[in-house]
């Protein structure tokens, strides 16, 4: 079975830094680009960013909301996506998400994301 | 950034009953339209991609129809196990975004 668990969440002080992983079993996580999405206490799903595969360097995107304080990365060998996340503030408390970014041909390439973990949970608070 | 706009916000029906969810986009998004269901402490589920193109396993009363700005996401008779909330979500341009979600519940 295709699957992702992310790890690392926790309870983190304003201004600190927290890193969370995503593993893939049952599927090789290099074919694939990976993103993060959140929930946020009684909002909806918001995707703050992506990382491509090595055959397109492993670029990156990122939401305004969370560039240049959050950085993605990956290590195909291990089979793990992280989530870099310095100057964490308060609204940053969520259930953060990874999913699979998976892609279609339907007359054009589509894209989605077709298989997600459970989520681990980021508190920011003093 | 491309505003995805849901309605209603939530909605309850009866089983059987057939549910209508809308999501509209700021700007032409053509059909790189998402729907997903999420249940609280489970992983959302991807429902349909590319508008209309159901995934492997999704039941068949789930349906997607639209193009441009308007989509529409059915489930043709309610279960159940359909209660849960809905998001639509465009792939047409970065940043991603998701409609605000529509909540569905059992009357």
């Known amino acids: 079975e295709e699957q992702l668990v992310e790890s690392g969440g926790g309870l983190v002080q304003p201004g600190r830094s927290l890193r969370l992983s995503c593993t893939a079993s049952?599927?090789?996580?290099?074919?694939?680009?990976l993103n993060w999405v959140r929930q946020a206490p009684g909002k909806g799903l918001e995707w703050i960013g992506f990382i491509r595969t090595k055959g397109y360097s492993a670029t990156t995107e990122y939401a305004p909301s969370v560039r240049d304080r959050f950085t993605i990365s990956r290590d195909d060998s291990n089979g793990i996506a992280y989530l870099q996340m310095n100057s964490l503030k308060t609204e940053d408390t969520a259930v953060y998400y990874c999913?699979?970014?998976?892609?279609?041909?339907?007359?054009?390439?589509?894209?989605?994301?077709?298989?997600w973990g459970h989520g681990t949970t980021v508190t920011v608070s003093s | 950034d491309i505003q995805m706009t849901q309605s209603p916000s939530s909605l309850s029906a009866s089983i059987g009953d057939r549910v209508t969810i809308t999501c509209r986009a700021s700007q032409s998004i053509g059909y790189s339209l998402n729907w997903y269901q999420h249940k609280p402490g489970t992983a959302p589920k991807l429902l349909v991609f590319a508008a209309s193109n159901l995934q492997s396993g999704v039941p068949s009363r789930f349906s997607g129809s639209g193009s441009g700005t308007d989509f529409t996401l059915t489930i043709h008779s309610l279960q159940p196990e359909d209660v849960g909330t809905y998001y639509c979500?465009?792939?047409?341009?970065?940043?991603?975004?998701f409609g605000g979600g529509t909540k569905v519940g059992i009357k």
């Open positions: 979500q465009q792939s047409y341009s970065i940043p991603l975004t």
């Open positions: 999913a699979r970014d998976a892609e279609w041909f339907v007359r054009f390439y589509y894209k989605a994301m077709d298989v």
């Open positions: 049952g599927f090789s996580i290099g074919d694939y680009a």
